[in-house]
């Protein structure tokens, strides 16, 4: 019932809005009673709390999944920045609130928020790196990828299309490249 009701929510926010959906809006999406949905969440924050930490344990995993296959550093970073960013432009609630309630994601993307965002957001992709790199440079490369591929992540105006990998391959040869670890983990002894 949990994930029906995450499912529910995100549906019903690519729909509405943070804003405008309403449990019962969740319910009904989810085929099940309101009364059902306050066993598992006492109230609509608890669920979005619940929903936006299932997508970001999803991502994650996927995320280590692709660089643990990659051959290579450079392919891993490209792999995980191009999957990552398909993701997110192709998520249609995180789309919806983007475009029509920025105020809901921005206090947690400026300032101080930004940079704990930053830093979680760095270290899921060092995570994804650790195969390729010792633990302590996966940490500073993971935050230095996150903070360039952010950076270009844009809605509108941005120079490189983070969707497609040749233009993520060429950023990343350009700018990421340059700021990370020349030492990668050894093949053999991964």
């Not at 019932?1 to 959906?21: E, F, H, L, N, P």
């Not at 619940?50 to 692709?66: D, M, N, T």
């Not at 392919?75 to 609130?97: C, E, N, P």
Request: charged share 25%; glycine share 6%.
């Amino acid at each position: 019932m949990q994930q029906r009701a995450i499912d529910a929510v995100m549906r019903c926010i690519a729909r509405y809005g943070v804003s405008k959906t309403t449990l019962d809006d969740v319910a009904r999406e989810a085929g099940c009673a309101r009364a059902t949905l306050y066993r598992y969440f006492p109230n609509k924050s608890q669920l979005l709390r619940v929903a936006v930490a299932s997508e970001v344990a999803a991502l994650a995993g996927e995320l280590e999944q692709i660089g643990a296959a990659a051959p290579t550093l450079d392919d891993a970073v490209v792999a995980v920045v191009t999957h990552a960013s398909r993701r997110i432009v192709g998520h249609d609630a995180l789309q919806f609130v983007l475009r029509c309630e920025p105020e809901t994601l921005l206090p947690y993307l400026t300032f101080a928020a930004g940079d704990t965002f930053l830093a979680a957001a760095g270290d899921v992709v060092a995570r994804s790196l650790l195969v390729h790199l010792p633990p302590e440079r996966a940490a500073r490369a993971g935050e230095w990828v996150a903070r360039v591929a952010f950076a270009y992540l844009t809605p509108d105006g941005s120079p490189v299309d983070m969707t497609d990998e040749r233009q993520v391959r060429e950023l990343v040869r350009t700018f990421v490249r340059p700021g990370l670890p020349t030492e990668p983990v050894d093949p053999i002894t991964r």
